[in-house]
C-alpha cells in the first residue's frame, strides 16, 4: 500500500508542531483623554467657592444668622448631644424647624476643626464635587469640549454663586446628590440613579417632591424594564411619603408649638398671581442664560418643578427672586436637562435645531462668564478683597473678651464668632435667660443708647458697656 503520508505534499499536512501561545496585544494603561478634567475643574471651584465665603467670614460680612444657626445643630451632633438650636429660642431642637438630620455628617470634622469655617468649607467641597457628574455626562454625551464648556457654566452658575454668598445652608447636601442622580439616569443606570436620589429626604422636609419628581423621570425613560419601572414606582411613592410623613409627624414632634412652622408661609389673601413680575423674571434667568431654553426639551426639567412649586406658591416674597440659596439645587437639573437635550438634538432632522445645538455649549458659557462679572466670585478679582479691613482685628479683641461657655445674646454680626465656644441665642428671644453677655453689631446705628436697650431686655439686671469698637459694642452683667 502507498504511504499516503509520505505521497502527501509537506504544505497539506497537519502541523503537530507545538507552539507557543501568542501573547495578547499590550493593553494602552494610558489615561483616557478628558477623564481627569472633571475633577481639576472640581478642584478649581473650591478654591473660588472656599475663598469667596471664607474671606467674607473673617471680613465680618456675615449674610444672615443661619451660619450661626448651623453651627449650634453641627456643634450639638459633634458633641453627642441633641441638636439644639438656641438662636431659634432656648432650647429649640433644629429637627422641629427643618428636617436635616443630613448635617450630622459634619459633626466628626467638625469636632477636629470646632469652627464655622469648618461648615464654610464643607459647602464649598459639596458645591464643587457636584461639577463632577455634570461635567462628566456633559463629556460622555456631547465629547470633551463641550462636557468642558458645560462644566464651567454650571461652575459658574448665578445659582451657585448666590448660594456660596449666603453663608451656609443644609441644600449644599442636596446639590451634589441630584447631580450624581441625574447624571447615573442619563446613563440609563436605573438604580444608581434611585440611590442617589432616596438620600435627599435626609437634607430637607420638601425634597421628598423632588425624590418623587426623579422616580417619574426613570420610570418615564424604562418604561419598557418592568422591574426598573417597578423600583422607580415605589421611590416615587416614598418621596412622596416622606414628605408628608415628615410635614405632619416628624417635625411637629420635636416643634415645642406641635406644629410646622412655615405654614404660615401661606398668608392669607395670597394668590401665585402675586409677584408674577418677580416669579417670571426667576424663571427668566433659570433657563435662558443657563440653557437658551433648550433644556425645557427633556424630560429632566419636571425634576425642577417641586422646587419652583414651593417657592411661587408661597407667600414670602423672598423665595421668588434670585438672591439667596433657594435656587442652588435647580442648577444640576437645567445643567444636565441641557445636555440630555443638547445630545438629543443634535441628532434631530431639522438644520437649525441641529445648528443651534452645535453652538449653544459656546454660548451658554459665554453668557455664564459675561454675568459672573455682576456676580459674587467678580469681587474675587479686586485686590482690595484680599485686604483684612481696619476695624476686624479690633472687633475681634472685643468679642474675645467674652470668655468660653458664657451666655450671650447677640444679632448677626456677632453670633457666628461666638456659636463655636458660647451658648448664644438670638437678640430678643432669650425667653426669660439673662444672659451674661450682650454683643451688638451696631454700626447703622439701629440701637440709640445701648445701654437702656439692654434694660428694656432685661429689666431686672444691669449691664455695662465692657467694650466697644467700630460699632460693635459687647455688654456685661454685672447684676
Known amino acids: 500500500m502507498p504511504n499516503t503520508q509520505q505521497d502527501t505534499p509537506a504544505s497539506l499536512l497537519p502541523d503537530t508542531s507545538i507552539r507557543a501561545p501568542v501573547a495578547p496585544p499590550p493593553r494602552d494603561r494610558r489615561p483616557r483623554p478628558g477623564r481627569r478634567d472633571p475633577y481639576l475643574l472640581a478642584t478649581a471651584l473650591f478654591a473660588v467657592y472656599a ?23 453641627v456643634r450639638a451632633y459633634a458633641h453627642l448631644r441633641a441638636p439644639v ?10 429637627l422641629g424647624d427643618h428636617f ?28 464643587a464635587l457636584s461639577a463632577v457628574p455634570v461635567t462628566r455626562a456633559a463629556a460622555g454625551l ?17 445659582g451657585l454663586q448666590r448660594a456660596v454668598d449666603f453663608d451656609f445652608h443644609e441644600i449644599c447636601f442636596a446639590v451634589p446628590l441630584i447631580a450624581f442622580s441625574l447624571e447615573a439616569l442619563l446613563a440609563r443606570r436605573w438604580r444608581p440613579a434611585l440611590w442617589w436620589a432616596l438620600p435627599l429626604v435626609l437634607v430637607k422636609e420638601d425634597l421628598g417632591l423632588t425624590v418623587a419628581a426623579i422616580a417619574l423621570v426613570v420610570a418615564l425613560r424604562c418604561r419598557r424594564s418592568p422591574r426598573p419601572l417597578g423600583y422607580a414606582l415605589v421611590v416615587a411613592v416614598l418621596g412622596i411619603a416622606a414628605t408628608f410623613v415628615t410635614l405632619t409627624l416628624v417635625i411637629p414632634a420635636f416643634n415645642t408649638t406641635g406644629g ?5 408661609k401661606v398668608g392669607s389673601g395670597f394668590t401665585v398671581f402675586d409677584g408674577t413680575d418677580v416669579k417670571l423674571r426667576t424663571l427668566a434667568w433659570l433657563l435662558i442664560p443657563t440653557s437658551g431654553l ?16 414651593w417657592r411661587f406658591c408661597s407667600a414670602d416674597d423672598h423665595y421668588w427672586g434670585t438672591d439667596w440659596h433657594y435656587s442652588a439645587v435647580l442648577m444640576p437639573v437645567v445643567a444636565l436637562a441641557l445636555v440630555d437635550a443638547l445630545a438629543r438634538a443634535r441628532a434631530s432632522s431639522r438644520p437649525w435645531l441641529r445648528s443651534y445645538a452645535q453652538h449653544l455649549p459656546a454660548a451658554v458659557a459665554a453668557a455664564t462668564l459675561a454675568l459672573t462679572t455682576t456676580l459674587p466670585l467678580s469681587t474675587l478679582t479686586e485686590s482690595a478683597t484680599y485686604d483684612t479691613p481696619e476695624g476686624v482685628p479690633r472687633v475681634e479683641r472685643a468679642l474675645d473678651r467674652i470668655p468660653d461657655g458664657a451666655t450671650v445674646e447677640a444679632d448677626i ?7 463655636s465656644r458660647c451658648r448664644v441665642f438670638w437678640i430678643g428671644a432669650t425667653r426669660g435667660i439673662t444672659p451674661d453677655y450682650i454683643a451688638l453689631n451696631n454700626s447703622s446705628k439701629w440701637v440709640g443708647d445701648v445701654q437702656a436697650y439692654a434694660r428694656q431686655l432685661h429689666p431686672d439686671a444691669r449691664y455695662v458697656i465692657d467694650d466697644a469698637a467700630y460699632g460693635y459694642v459687647v455688654l456685661k452683667r454685672s447684676s
Do not use: C, M
Open 51 to 73: 475663598a469667596l465665603s471664607v474671606l467674607r467670614y473673617e471680613h465680618l460680612e456675615t449674610r444672615s444668622w443661619d451660619l450661626g444657626i448651623f453651627e449650634q445643630a
Open 85 to 94: 438650636v438656641d438662636l431659634k429660642g432656648p432650647g429649640a431642637n433644629i
Open 100 to 127: 436635616s438630620p443630613v448635617l450630622a455628617l459634619l459633626a466628626p470634622v467638625y469636632r477636629l476643626f470646632p469652627s464655622p469655617v469648618t461648615l464654610l468649607a464643607a459647602q464649598a467641597a459639596l458645591f
Open 142 to 158: 456631547l465629547g470633551r469640549p463641550s462636557g468642558l464648556v458645560l462644566g464651567v457654566a454650571y461652575g459658574l452658575s448665578w
Open 260 to 264: 410646622y412652622a412655615y405654614w404660615t
Open 294 to 309: 433648550l433644556a425645557l426639551r427633556s424630560p429632566l426639567s419636571v425634576v425642577a418643578l417641586p422646587t419652583l412649586g
Open 413 to 419: 454680626g456677632p453670633s457666628s464668632r461666638l456659636t
